[in-house]
């Protein structure tokens, strides 16, 4: 504009209207004039004449009412400036209209300029902050210069609140597309979904690859269209030359490449160098370039958290030593329908503990990796391999496939350890795949129930599912929980069984013995839920609750017993095996004011066959307090001479099944007659257990046996029931 038309810095006057032709740029900034006032018009048009804002001219659409800008602005999207004057139809028309235009056209990018001709009016303090409104001068306050920076400032601030606008939409676009992605498909299909959002975004159909350095060559993560058949190829695979250089001067120069096609660079610490390629060609402004700056970093993001969840994923259903399914993972698979049968197998490697001990972990690991790969080679793709705990492995697959001949076939071979040829077996189970109606969590149960069972009884073996089994287990586990309650609620007690002089008929000791009525009266016999508590290490804490109450026992009986009665306790193998169990047994005789030398423990051969060296130092400990130990039901197990003499055993329990048991015979040729001769050469007292009579009594006593118990003398009483016995005793010997 020259300056014939005004100063730089007088007031604008309103000329007559004149002749301008206007040429309108490729590009452009639009701007609205809303007044009804023309001659305003006429001056605007004339002081904006060839402005140019960041290379754009303007082009100027015109209102001479609310309504009728109201109109043209729902009808022309992309206007940027608002000139408005504020009263217009009416006193407040132009304050409504702003009102419209944040409220109800819901334009948050255009920039109003109010402007009034009327000083005295002026919109309310809190409107123009409520409206975002950018400036306001009254039309005497307008000089060019200032139009001319206010025009600056509001078409600037339009740009970058449109091109925020466009971040957010397009941003949008790739958080939308992250949230529909599903991370269970891999990162090969989040990359493909970035080149849809990209070419989404250029109005392109969607082809393109995303290729990712594998060392020192790119490899191609992802193709999508035409290029999809590249997906995890190397680059060198693709013949359009102009697409590779383009794709490696970008992986190179670790920048955008926007002259072949556009190729974005995407890397930050967290990832290995990317570029995403879609073959479109374009000029980008500053602003765009930095769009897709913040667009890269989104991406960048969604890798990240794709990698993410592809490690929680492996963490979750993969096998970290191994590379192979989980259990969780295994359990999937069996929820999966199929519509051939299956067969599920468990497979529990025999002694692997033992050589995890006695060799090293590391040692170990490379056995089950040895395994693991045996198995993969042996069985095809159909068949789903997983390692469910420490040396147990799962097959499901075809029943064709997994049977018993197989299982055994895959450890004939010996493995290969480093330099060590090692032969293994397995013990395992089948389970054929029931119907859906079962879960897998059950059916995995089911399955583990067979193979304990042929890991006791079947070592090596291959068994089959038998319900039965299962049926057993859960009765184990329903009584072991009803053993835990009656412990914690006091409803185990002791019966005491007198011990007697087979001479003289004097009660010289009482056995100690563990009783359990259920809540409903009923008795459960010992030998159905020792062995329960034994098993699962109850019987520690029960073990030490008897010796307790029997040490009670005895100082209760204060003088109506002989100074050398003694108590009888049954120490399980589970409880003499603890390091402490010399400790707590000393702790609870002191406790309770108990001699040592009226304290008897019965342990059974299995405690010392089983363990000898580990026991050896215990009990030397138990015998060098005073404590006297007997050996129980001897004769039922496989005690040697050497163990015996090993060992410090005070007595010999005869056990009853060679008293009176079917077919026991008592005479000098019997078992009992060897056993008590044995005894007499050791210089060990005996007791023979199960007398029911008085020929058993007669024949024990002249085969030389001291002592005795049995239904003849007493079955097991109460406590005060066995203090009744002994004053009985006390009045007769009188």
């Known amino acids: 504009m020259s300056d014939s038309y005004t100063s730089d810095h007088e007031p604008l006057t309103f000329l007559d209207e004149t002749d301008m032709t206007e040429q309108i740029a490729p ?50 999207k992309d206007i ?14 132009g304050l409504r209209l702003v009102h419209a235009i944040r409220k109800d056209i819901k334009n948050t990018c255009l920039r109003i300029i109010l402007r009034t001709g009327q000083p005295g009016y002026a919109p309310e303090i809190d409107t123009i902050l409520r ?9 005497a306050e307008l000089t060019r210069t200032r139009l001319f920076t206010s025009m600056t400032s509001a078409i600037r601030a339009f740009h970058q609140i449109q091109q925020l606008e466009i ?40 082809s393109g690859l995303v290729c990712i350095m594998e060392g020192e060559k790119p490899v191609i993560l992802a193709g999508l269209g035409r290029y999809g058949a590249f997906t995890g190829k190397n680059l060198g695979c693709i013949n359009d030359e102009r697409i590779r250089n383009s794709i490696e001067e970008t992986l190179h120069l670790r920048q955008h490449q926007l002259n072949n096609g556009l190729c974005l660079y995407l890397h930050d610490s967290r990832t290995r160098p990317m570029a995403v390629f879609v073959d479109k060609t374009l000029p980008m402004e500053k602003l765009q370039q930095q769009l897709i700056d913040i667009l890269c970093q989104h991406i960048l993001t969604g890798f990240e958290k794709a990698r993410l969840y592809q490690k929680i994923r492996q963490t979750a259903f993969e096998d970290p030593l191994l590379g192979i399914a989980n259990r969780a993972r295994f359990l999937m698979e069996i929820d999966k329908g199929h519509a051939e049968s299956r067969m599920l197998a468990l497979l529990d490697i025999d002694g692997f503990a033992d050589i995890n001990s006695i060799l090293d972990q590391n040692f170990g ?35 064709k496939e997994i049977h018993a001949d197989r299982l055994r076939d895959v450890f004939l071979p010996p493995f290969i350890i480093g330099e060590e040829s090692l032969r293994l077996s397995a013990t395992s189970s089948l389970i054929p795949l029931p119907d ?50 009656a412990f914690t609620s006091e409803r185990l007690f002791l019966m005491y069984q007198p011990i007697v002089n087979l001479k003289t008929g004097r009660i010289t000791a009482a056995e100690a013995l563990l009783r359990w009525r259920s809540d409903n009266g009923d008795f459960i016999p010992p030998d159905r839920f020792i062995p329960l508590a034994e098993q699962s290490g109850l019987m520690v804490p029960i073990g030490e609750w008897v010796m307790r109450t029997a040490f009670r026992f005895l100082k209760n009986l204060g003088n109506i017993a002989s100074e050398d009665f003694r108590i009888s306790v049954n120490v399980s193998q589970t409880q003499f095996r603890e390091p402490d169990f010399a400790t707590k047994l000393f702790q609870a005789m002191e406790d309770c004011r108990v001699e040592p030398a009226r304290v008897e ?8 066959i089983e363990s000898l060296e580990r026991i050896k130092p215990t009990l030397g400990a138990v015998c060098q307090a005073g404590v006297s130990i007997a050996m129980d039901d001897f004769g039922t197990g496989y005690s040697s001479l050497s163990v015996l003499h090993q060992l410090h055993i005070n007595r010999l329990k005869i056990d009853k099944a060679f008293i009176s048991g079917p077919g026991c015979r008592l005479d000098n040729q019997g078992i009992a007659a060897t056993v008590l001769q044995l005894a007499e050469k050791l210089s060990l007292q005996t007791i023979g257990e199960g007398i029911e009579d008085e020929s058993q009594r007669k024949a024990l006593l002249e085969m030389g046996c001291t002592e005795g118990q049995g239904y003849l003398f007493s079955r097991p009483v109460p406590a005060e029931a066995f203090e009744e016995l002994l004053k009985k005793q006390e009045i007769q010997r009188r």
Request: hydrophobic residues 45%; glycine residues 4%.
């Open 436 to 485: 859906n109606s079962i879960s897998s969590a059950t059916i995995l149960k089911n399955a583990g129930v067979s193979l304990k069972q042929a890991k006791r009884f079947n070592r090596g073996k291959v068994v089959f599912y038998d319900p039965e089994h299962v049926t057993a287990a859960r009765d184990r586990m329903q009584m072991l929980s009803q053993l835990r309650q």
């Open 601 to 608: 423990i019965e342990l059974t051969e299995s405690v010392a």
């Open 80 to 93: 940027a400036v608002i000139l408005l004057d504020v009263v217009m139809e009416t006193e407040d028309a």
């Open 131 to 139: 409206y975002d409104i950018n400036d306001y001068k009254t039309k």
């Open 27 to 76: 590009s452009y900034w639009s701007v609205l004039i809303a007044d009804d006032e023309p001659d305003v018009h006429q001056v605007t048009l004339l002081a904006l004449k060839d402005m140019e804002v960041e290379g754009r001219r303007l082009k100027f659409f015109h209102a001479y009412s609310g309504e009728e800008a109201r109109t043209i602005l729902i009808r022309e």
């Open 365 to 399: 690991d490379a056995v089950l990796q040895a395994i693991s790969q045996r198995l993969l080679e042996y069985f095809s793709a159909k068949v789903f391999i997983a390692r469910i705990s420490s040396d147990v492995f799962g097959l499901l697959g075809p029943k």
């Open 167 to 206: 971040s957010r939409h397009c941003l949008g676009m790739i958080l939308d597309a992250t949230a529909r992605w599903e991370p269970a498909q891999g990162l090969t299909h989040f990359a493909q979904d970035v080149i849809t959002e990209i070419c989404t975004m250029l109005s392109i159909p969607a």
